[in-house]
């Protein structure tokens, strides 16, 4: 799906609830939050290998609805506060690729 259909469909729901005016980038960071938590529960104390046992079994699904509540809230909160998440990632990437190279020189600068 792409993030309008996501914030369509999410407002869709929403609008079905009366729920538009508890939207407000406080509570859509919070209901954030929580939702990453619910996904980590799932992870706690497990190893890799736990993990991806249970990735091949039947709660694969509850880990990917997680992940979709994840995706459906971040992409609310960005259109709520008007950031670009395209270009907002364009920029960190750049931004990542910066440092790391910065930090690939100075490594390479040092006298060891």
Known sequence: MKDREILAAFDEVA???GWQS????KNLA???S???A???RHFQWCSDKDIQNLMADDKAEQV???LADIQMYLSKLAAVLGVDMEEALQRKFAENRR???EALQGEGSSDG
């Open 64 to 66: 990917a609805a997680e």
């Open 38 to 40: 619910e996904l980590g």
């Open 30 to 32: 919070m209901a954030l």
């Open 22 to 25: 508890l939207h407000t980038p």
């Open 15 to 17: 609008e079905m609830r």
């Open 99 to 101: 440092r790391c190279n």
């Open 34 to 36: 929580v939702e990453v």
